[in-house]
Structures are given as structure tokens and as C-alpha cells.
């Protein structure tokens, strides 16, 4: 199967470190955090991946080549100015194929077992689901959550928890979007959930919003001090 790294945001909230880095190069534990994202996908099995891109994205390409290095595929999908998660995913397209596919927040860390997805992905085409979202307890700055789990359905219901970061979505999900329009991802993810064609997870495990320079500090101690 093939996976989707997000990587085009600005990364305001990691101002300054963001001037002139991109988010997802940014480092903990000595390598860039979206480096953590590839090897887990390649040790998994998912060796054909997609990275967006828009600001200072020409480095991620400099960075990360052609994926030889890590054992990968990696084509790009370059926004130019940054089309918001659903806009970015439908603008990439014509490189997802027609199969469900993963899609990896890249300024996330986490430790999930990507080695599930593609099992994932075929129990979705066997009940027609739209997506399937991983979510995980809710960080402190983040206290509301996201999404409630009923039955293995993700539902706008309490407890609410946070949506991590990690999906898998039809590409049909995306299908109406007008290529190069910015597009938010919730409003799609809310209009499948009513009509229940949205499975999900609670996931336990390590995971990091990695959205300021403070938590990127915080995970790179915890990394180095190898406390995940």
C-alpha cells in the first residue's frame, strides 16, 4: 500500500526555528521527524510513500532524495502555498492510486505499528468504510479531544478523544475537491461519520503533537534519555 506524509504546513507556532527549516526536518533523538516516519513505514512493509510539500519544501527534497537511502520510494507533491490537509491529500491524487492509502501527520512522533495498516485498509474495503482514524488520549493543550469511539465507529460523541495524526481514506473521499483548492479535512471526516462509514482505535502507546519548540525539546530529551 502506499502512505502520504504530510509535510507542507508553515509551523507558526515553532517560530523561529521554522524561518528557515521545515517542521517536519526539525530533530529529536538526532534525526528529523520525518525521518522516524519513514523508517517506521519501510520496516513495516509500506515502501511506496508521498510527501507533500509547500514552504521551504525544496529542502525536504534535498534532504530525503528519492528514498533510496531509506529503503523507500518517495514522490512529491509540491503545493506551492499550503492547500490544508483535505486540499493537500487531493492534490496528490494522481500519485495515491485507487486503493485506500495511509496518511501520516509529519510533525507528529509516535510509535504505532504501521505494519497494521494494510490489514486495516482491506477490512475497510470489505465494509465499505470511507476512513479509518487512529486516536490517542488527549495531550494537556488539547484537554476536549477530537472524535468519540462507539463500536469501532468514530462518532462526534463523548469521551472525545484526539485524533492523532494517523489515518486511512478511500481516495473517493477526496474526489470532489477541485485540484489546487484548500480543503480542511474535518468537515469531509464529520459528514462520513453521520452515516457511519468511519472505523477507528484508541491508541496507548507513544505519541507526541510536536508543535512547539518547547515539546520538540521535551521529546528530544526523552528520546536521547531513551524514555519511549
Excluded at 486495516?120 to 470511507?130: C, P, R, S, Y
Excluded at 477530537?146 to 494517523?166: E, M, Q, Y
Excluded at 473521499?173 to 453521520?194: C, D, N, T, Y
Aim: proline fraction near 6%; aromatic fraction near 8%; include cysteine.
Amino acid at each position: 500500500m502506499l502512505a502520504m506524509i504530510l509535510a507542507a504546513g508553515r509551523g507558526e507556532r515553532m517560530r523561529p526555528l521554522t524561518d528557515h527549516t521545515p517542521k517536519p526536518l526539525l530533530q529529536a533523538g538526532g534525526k528529523p521527524l520525518i525521518v522516524w516516519h519513514i523508517e517506521r513505514l519501510v520496516r513495516a512493509g509500506i515502501t511506496e510513500l508521498v510527501i507533500n510539500h509547500a514552504h521551504l519544501g525544496k529542502q525536504i527534497e534535498q534532504a530525503l532524495g528519492d528514498g533510496k537511502q531509506f529503503g523507500a520510494t518517495i514522490r512529491y507533491s509540491d503545493e506551492g502555498t499550503a492547500l490544508e490537509t483535505a486540499g493537500g491529500i487531493a492534490f496528490a491524487l494522481p500519485l495515491l492510486g485507487n486503493e485506500p492509502f495511509a496518511v501520516v501527520n509529519g510533525d507528529i512522533y509516535c510509535d504505532y505499528d504501521f505494519a497494521r495498516l494494510p490489514s486495516l485498509a482491506a477490512q475497510m474495503l470489505e465494509q465499505h468504510d470511507m476512513a479509518h482514524l487512529v486516536l490517542v488520549d488527549n495531550p494537556m493543550h488539547h484537554a476536549e479531544g477530537d472524535f468519540g469511539l462507539c463500536n469501532g465507529r468514530v462518532a462526534d460523541i463523548a469521551p472525545k478523544w484526539t485524533f492523532s495524526g494517523i489515518g486511512l481514506y478511500q481516495p473517493s473521499l477526496f474526489a470532489h475537491i477541485p485540484q489546487g483548492s484548500k480543503a480542511p479535512l474535518a468537515p469531509l471526516l464529520r459528514e462520513q461519520m453521520v452515516l457511519g462509514k468511519v472505523s477507528g482505535e484508541h491508541y496507548r502507546g507513544a505519541w507526541v503533537d510536536v508543535g512547539t519548540p518547547q515539546r520538540l525539546q521535551e521529546l528530544d530529551r526523552r528520546l536521547r534519555a531513551s524514555l519511549f
